[in-house]
């Protein structure tokens, strides 16, 4: 089933709330996913700050059953937080098929509410790729500009880990929560890793292992990605809500569709539409559009006028380029003794040991040591064709001995992966939808060999019998939007400049990982966060000059 | 294995007691809405009242639950009586309750509740619930599955006890806590 239809149609005030533009806004953010919701949070208090999102605003009463959803076969991952229909339209036209509504959510909160909520620092050659590894260009910044940021942000988000990773980059503080411990199933790992010499650390995770800020801890429901009921994995729904009640005003299900600007390179309003039909205009001093990694430059893109013909900020000509995610490496199989699977939907152990190996022909990857491999027993009870004593016997047969790693792998930048306007398909507002061609090179395909041979080597010694492998035909995203608004301090090679203000509108913001030049292999939501927080402060220095 | 209360009432901290569901329901709660106003379901026979319900799904977990659970009564009747509330989700399930017994009526003669273990098998299977994918708007078949069996197995199977039958003692669905990933087998 489709479920954009549904999208909060439940709520009988859909059309009485106001909706209306803010009056006098110094800033204006267009997206309520992490990005911008900490730029909004960082800024509301002293800033008048109106955040637009594109969709609903959920009522957290209805976790449990979006946690129901979830589990029952009936309903598609996109589903669980109304995903689909004319709305979130899109075309795949590239060698592989981006499944997009698989990899976002729409509304206030954004993607982390279906997220896993894994959260690494960029490495320090993350940064350098182009000097230290030769692939790609470097950022403008270095891992020491954001290094108080990524600080700043493991706060806000609340981060559980610990210290105990040997190839992390430098940290001058402990995380905010103590880490969760390793699962059984890691001590299982641990021992094969061991004889093999291969190092397994705890890895952070913006999840609470303790009460944090007056959210709950963990508490087990094991449905982490896509629904947390608990609220102990973190959301954007956190931010968004402090940032209101420190005065900023949050407009949903009004998507923005174009952003005008004046003779004098300024972006003036963005123009968005309700509900009930109506377009409006806001106004304000500052725009930060903080769109998700596609949505971001279609936006842009969408803004296209005489001044700029071909879109917004694209005087580099850059917009949309580069589309880069990280691809998946895995493999699994099964032991001949219980390995207590699916009671979280998380992971707790790592091995970072081979990313700062990268060359030219190796990318960075990271691997990860499951705790939910093979089947959730009451997922499957619910699609076989039997139940009483047989199905109870299956569930027995199939559950309890299984194991898996994952792995995610860096794609090199490539300008004819990118995003642009479809020529004739338009979304539920007549709006060209976005055409994602994502193309994915042999430096990534061969590292996911390698992640493939190390993943392999450590279950043969741990003594599975492995049953599959993820390789480089059954690779797949991980659902990370990079790339498609890179930052560089050249104004012919980049769309953004190293505050990420974009080169060509003097007031014009963006916050997201469509700025990342390169893209690591670290799932890169702890980056967008720290990226946030910086593109706030350089906003409020500007207003604070006027310029 | 006993079923207990305990295990009803975390299969309802699981899935929810009540309206939120209607989010998973909406075409039932459409086809409440567009009938006329003054139309009784339950009293035109196309929904059965909830005592109706609960026997019904109570005969149906002996058929679907295994042999070797204690308890089954107790514990379907406490999870329904916190899920049949005036959601869309409870209406679908009246709804096809009421076609599921008006099937069982004609093909067997008797209600569900009235038919032996081996009869309400074979009505299941005759509907197509056994081989059918779930699918709240989807045809007789579907909806039984959904509704009916499905709503049962879920229940039992997000429970700590349905967990431990088969070697999970905090399934998914079960806030069983973050302490239960770092033990090993008992
Ligand atoms: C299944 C899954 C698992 C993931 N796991 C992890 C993980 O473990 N670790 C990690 O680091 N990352 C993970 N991610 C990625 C993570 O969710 C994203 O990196 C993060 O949410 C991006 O934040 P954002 O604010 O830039 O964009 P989003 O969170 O996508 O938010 C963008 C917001 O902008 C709104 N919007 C879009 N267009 C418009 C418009 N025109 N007008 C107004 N509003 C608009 C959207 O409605 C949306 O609410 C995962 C993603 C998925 C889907
Ligand atoms: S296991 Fe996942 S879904 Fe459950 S409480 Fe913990 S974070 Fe939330």
């Known amino acids: 089933m489709s479920g954009a239809g549904l999208a909060g149609d439940e709520r009988s005030d859909v059309d009485a709330i106001d909706r209306t533009p803010v009056p006098d806004a110094d800033v204006c953010v267009v997206g309520a996913g992490p990005a911008g919701a900490l730029v909004a949070d960082r800024l509301a208090g002293d800033r008048d700050v109106v955040i637009l999102d594109a969709g609903p605003r959920f009522d957290p009463a209805d976790r449990l059953a979006r946690q129901e959803r979830a589990i029952r076969p009936s309903y598609g991952r996109p589903d669980v937080w109304d995903v689909g229909g004319e709305r979130d339209a899109h075309e795949s036209a590239g060698d592989r098929y981006y499944p997009l509504n698989h990899a976002r959510v729409k509304g206030v909160g954004g993607s982390t509410l279906h997220w896993q909520g894994m959260v690494m620092r960029l490495h320090e050659d993350d940064f350098n790729s182009g000097s230290e590894r030769g692939v790609g260009p470097d950022w403008p910044i270095d891992y020491a500009d954001l290094r108080p940021y990524y600080a700043a942000a493991e706060r806000e988000l609340g981060v559980a880990g610990a210290s105990d990773n040997p190839y992390a980059p430098p940290r001058e503080e402990p995380h905010p929560m103590p880490p969760f411990e390793p699962s059984y199933s890691d001590s299982l790992f641990a021992e094969a890793c061991e004889s093999l010499g291969i190092d397994m650390h705890s890895v952070p995770n913006a999840r609470n292992s303790e009460p944090y800020e007056g959210r709950s801890p963990c508490v087990g429901y094991g449905t982490c990605q896509p629904v947390c009921p608990s609220g102990a994995k973190y959301d954007a729904t956190v931010h968004v809500e402090r940032a209101e009640e420190r005065g900023a005003t949050v407009i949903d299900r009004a998507p923005v569709e174009r952003l005008e600007h004046d003779g004098d390179d300024r972006v003036t309003a963005a123009v968005y539409a309700t509900p009930d039909g109506e377009r409006h205009r806001q106004t304000a001093d500052a725009f930060v559009v903080a769109a998700g990694g596609v949505e971001t430059p279609r936006l842009l893109l969408l803004s296209a006028s005489d001044r700029y013909p071909d879109g917004l900020a694209n005087g580099s000509g850059h917009v949309g380029e580069f589309f880069m995610d990280h691809l998946f490496a895995g493999a699994g199989g099964t032991l001949d003794e219980p390995t207590r699977q699916n009671h979280v939907g998380f992971y707790t152990s790592a091995c970072d040991q081979f990313y700062d190996e990268a060359d030219e022909s190796r990318a960075p990857f990271k691997l990860e040591f499951f705790n939910y491999a093979g089947p959730s027993p009451v997922e499957s009870a619910l699609s076989g064709d039997d139940w009483g004593d047989p199905l109870r016997d299956r569930l027995r047969s199939e559950y309890g001995n299984h194991v898996a790693m994952g792995g995610l792998v860096e794609q090199r930048p490539d300008a004819d992966s990118r995003v642009t306007l479809a020529g004739d398909r338009t979304d539920d507002r007549g709006n060209p939808v976005p055409r994602i061609e994502w193309t994915v090179g042999d430096r990534a395909l061969d590292t996911i060999e390698r992640a493939n041979e190390i993943q392999v080597s450590i279950l043969e010694e741990l003594g599975a019998d492995v049953e599959w492998v993820a390789g480089p035909d059954a690779t797949g995203p991980a659902y990370h939007h990079m790339g498609t608004t890179r930052m560089s301090d050249d104004p012919d090679r980049g769309v953004v400049d190293a505050d990420c203000r974009t080169h060509d509108l003097g007031n014009c913001w963006i916050a997201s990982s469509s700025v990342f030049p390169t893209s690591g292999a670290m799932n890169p939501t702890l980056t967008i966060a720290a990226l946030a927080l910086r593109v706030a402060d350089g906003v409020e220095a500007r207003l604070s000059r006027g310029t | ?186």
């Open chain 2, 1 to 186: 294995m006993e079923l207990t209360r305990r295990d009803a009432a975390a299969a309802l901290a699981a899935l929810g007691a009540s309206g939120g569901v209607a989010l998973g329901a909406r075409v039932a709660a459409d086809r409440s809405r567009d009938g006329d106003p003054g139309e009784d379901p339950e009293a035109d026979g196309t929904a059965s009242d909830d005592e109706t319900v609960r026997e019904t799904l109570t005969a149906v977990a002996s058929v679907v639950y295994p042999s070797d659970l204690a308890g089954v009564d107790a514990f379907v009747e406490t999870f329904l009586a916190g899920r049949l509330d005036d959601s869309a989700h409870a209406a679908g399930v009246r709804e096809t309750v009421a076609e599921l017994n008006h099937l069982a009526n004609s093909w067997h003669g008797a209600p569900v509740a009235d038919l032996d273990a081996a009869d309400r098998d074979r009505l299941l299977r005759e509907v197509g619930a056994d081989a059918a994918d779930e699918d709240p708007d989807g045809t007789t078949a579907e909806r039984v599955r959904y509704y009916v069996v499905n709503e049962l197995l879920l229940a039992l199977y997000a429970s700590p006890t349905g967990g431990e039958l088969v070697g999970i003692e905090n399934p998914q669905g079960h806030p069983g806590g973050a302490e239960s990933y770092q033990r090993g087998p008992p």
